[in-house]
């Protein structure tokens, strides 16, 4: 089962103490990155939410942001004067070096870090306020999980409608290096035929199907194929399994594509390489759709 690497989901319930807000976003990224945006009174509780995430979602850009309002009772706010005059005395000092005579408003002091502390009464219900919380970003999870899963199969459905455009373009460049290899094997030996006869006396059979073999060493592409096949049916594999796998498909199209650049390398039929051009368009959709695989 795929899932997409791209969800949102927003949270909100009311407890006895306040309100508490919850809202996660996934986008896209190669790596599993974590942010978690919390009111500072509820610090304490970052890295339990960040062991959930991380066990959570594998992949990705994952964005959690956390709103708090109290109920009255804890909305007490106490002043720390000999901050606030320190930072003060902070700000003075450095507009006077930098000539700036504006006046500092108190609202801003205020707002600093330390100044004030609204968090009497809120000790003893710190444990309660974790639990939570943790419940409400589970819950956030899920739905997001619900979201990602959505997408994610609009996007199975995109990569397997690919993937057989693939598998059927390669199949059609064997069957038409097939007929080619004939023909061409055919041109080869009265080419070299000549060549000799018109450089010296007639060769033996033997040493012109030599010649030939060596030649067409270099333009065979079944190997190339059949790796591509393997590539395919381990592709598909992957898509089926239970789990999202991102990464393992993004491996398998980069050696499916280099296959199919060996093909197009090797071989000089314009109908040929017209398919191999093709198949790597369908590989480059394919790819696409997988970078917002988990």
């Known amino acids: 089962m795929l899932l997409s690497m791209t969800g949102f989901s927003r949270e909100s319930q009311t407890f006895s103490w306040g309100t ?3 809202e996660m976003s996934t986008i896209n990224h190669r790596y599993q990155d974590i942010s978690i945006r919390l009111p500072r009174e509820l610090s304490y509780c970052e890295p339990s939410l960040n062991n959930r995430l991380r066990q959570s979602i594998r992949r990705g850009k994952i964005r959690l942001s956390v ?3 109290w109920s009255s009772d804890l909305r007490a706010v106490s002043l720390d004067g000999q901050i606030l005059e320190n930072y003060y005395h902070q700000i003075k000092g450095l507009q006077e070096k ?3 005579q504006e006046a500092i408003r108190l609202e801003s002091l205020l707002n600093l870090p330390g100044v004030t502390d609204s968090a009497s009464g809120r000790e003893s219900l710190e444990e309660d306020i974790e639990k939570s919380l943790d419940s409400m970003v589970a819950k ?6 619900k979201m990602r899963q959505t997408e994610g199969k609009d996007l199975e459905l995109d990569i397997k409608t690919n993937l057989e455009s693939f598998s059927s373009l390669t199949g059609q460049i064997l069957q038409q290096w097939e007929k080619a290899r004939d023909s061409a094997v055919e041109e080869t030996r009265e080419r070299i035929k000549k060549i000799f006869e018109d450089n010296g006396p007639a ?3 033997s040493r012109i199907a030599q010649e030939i073999a060596l030649i067409a060493d270099k333009w065979d592409i079944s190997e190339e194929l059949a790796r591509a096949q393997s590539h395919i049916e381990k592709f598909q594999t992957v898509l089926n399994s239970p789990s999202s796998e991102g990464r393992k498909m993004d491996f398998l199209i ?3 594509n280099r296959e199919v650049n060996t093909v197009a390398s090797k071989v000089t039929n314009a109908e040929i390489r017209w398919l191999a051009v093709e198949a790597k368009t369908a590989l480059e959709r394919i790819r696409e759709q997988v970078q917002n695989v988990e």
């Open 20 to 22: 508490l807000s919850v």
């Open 67 to 69: 709103e708090v309002t």
């Open 98 to 100: 930098l000539g700036n």
């Open 140 to 145: 956030a999870v899920d739905s997001l999980q």
């Open 203 to 205: 060769v033996e059979e």
């Open 254 to 256: 980069q050696e499916m």
